[in-house]
């Protein structure tokens, strides 16, 4: 009996140590992903983004109607710094003017 209940407790504690460390690791991208979120809130962007899928549903699934999709976001956004897309969790910011790149260039070095 004795030998039943060690095996048996030994498959539990690698059962919660497998839990633990997952619920470790979605906590940690969570709150990645929220902390961004939260970063580019005040940054235009293209439309509402899913939690996750960001504004992937929004696009066109033809290649000639995404390309066309694009300019129309540019010609519409033309007046604006930056734009903000999100591809699944990753954000992307579109610049548009000179001034802004500049801005960005000599901040990294």
């Given at each position: 009996?004795?030998?039943i209940l060690g095996a048996y407790t030994l498959?539990?504690?690698?059962?919660a140590?497998?839990?633990?460390?997952?619920?470790?690791l979605t906590y940690q991208l969570l709150s990645g992903y929220l902390h961004s979120w939260?970063?580019?809130?005040?940054?235009?962007?293209?439309?509402?983004?899913?939690?996750?899928?960001g504004n992937a549903l929004q696009f066109k699934s033809n290649a000639g109607d995404f390309f066309c999709q694009l300019v129309g976001y540019t010609k519409e956004f033309q007046n604006t710094?930056?734009?903000?897309v999100w591809i699944g969790p990753?954000?992307?910011?579109?610049?548009?003017?000179?001034e802004t790149i500049?801005?960005?260039?000599?901040?990294a070095l």
């Open positions: 009996m004795g030998l498959g539990f504690v690698g059962a140590a497998c839990v633990l460390l997952l619920t470790w939260k970063q580019l809130k005040p940054i235009p962007g293209i439309g509402v983004p899913y939690p996750l899928l710094p930056l734009l903000k990753i954000p992307f910011l579109i610049l548009y003017h000179a500049e801005v960005f260039a000599f901040t």
